[in-house]
């Protein structure tokens, strides 16, 4: 994966910094659980994370006060 598209995940006024701190915990998750890692095998956690959230596997959400910022 480089440089994919983010307009698909920021579109319903995503901000930026949320799709970050999503992608963070994913990959944190992702880091702790054994099996996990595993599967993502050699590629690094933060891709892995980024792709399923690319893939719909995962919602970002945010508070109604913070999407008209």
């Not at 992608?23 to 792709?51: F, H, M, N, Q």
């Not at 970002?60 to 006060?65: H, L, N, Q």
Request: hydrophobic share 35%; proline share 6%; glycine share 2%.
């Amino acid at each position: 994966m480089l440089n994919p598209d983010l307009r698909d995940l920021l579109k319903d006024h995503i901000s930026r910094y949320s799709l970050v701190t999503a992608v963070a915990k994913r990959a944190r998750t992702i880091t702790e659980d054994p099996v996990l890692s595993e599967k993502c095998g050699t590629e690094k956690p933060v891709s892995y994370a980024l792709d399923e959230f690319l893939a719909g596997k995962f919602e970002i959400k945010e508070p109604d006060e913070i999407k008209d910022i």
